[in-house]
């Protein structure tokens, strides 16, 4: 079983910067499409950003987060980051890390939280 471990998280002020990491165990990493999601309390899980396989060469973002978040991978270390800037309040939330192409088979790690707060 793929385990999927997320760090990173913490309490910062608005307009601060947090860099979430999510270690996983996947075999053949390079090959999945990896995304972070995230769950504000209340609210359903929604996918924040999608970077391609391999060289990760293309990346989407939800546009709350456009210009603001930036998703990148590391193959060998098997492991995909968000730089998150210029945070909101409203980006509160846990933030997971998944393959959309998976999620039916991996099982969700336990997020980290992030808080945005003065």
């Known amino acids: 079983q793929v385990q999927l471990v997320e760090s990173g998280g913490g309490l910062v002020q608005p307009g601060g910067s947090l860099r979430l990491s999510c270690a996983t165990s996947?075999?053949?990493?390079?090959?999945?499409?990896m995304a972070w999601y995230r769950q504000a309390p209340g609210k359903q899980r929604e996918l924040v950003a999608q970077?391609?396989?391999?060289?990760?060469?293309?990346?989407n973002y939800v546009d709350s987060v456009k210009g603001r978040f930036t998703i990148t991978r590391d193959n060998p270390k098997k492991t995909v980051f968000l730089q998150m800037n210029s945070l909101k309040p409203e980006d509160t939330a846990v933030y997971y890390c998944?393959?959309?192409?998976?999620?039916?088979?991996?099982?969700w790690g336990q997020g980290t939280q992030v808080t945005v707060s003065s």
């Open positions: 998944n393959s959309p192409q998976m999620v039916e088979y991996w099982d």
């Open positions: 970077i391609t396989r391999g060289a990760g060469d293309t990346k």
């Open positions: 996947a075999d053949f990493f390079n090959s999945y499409v």
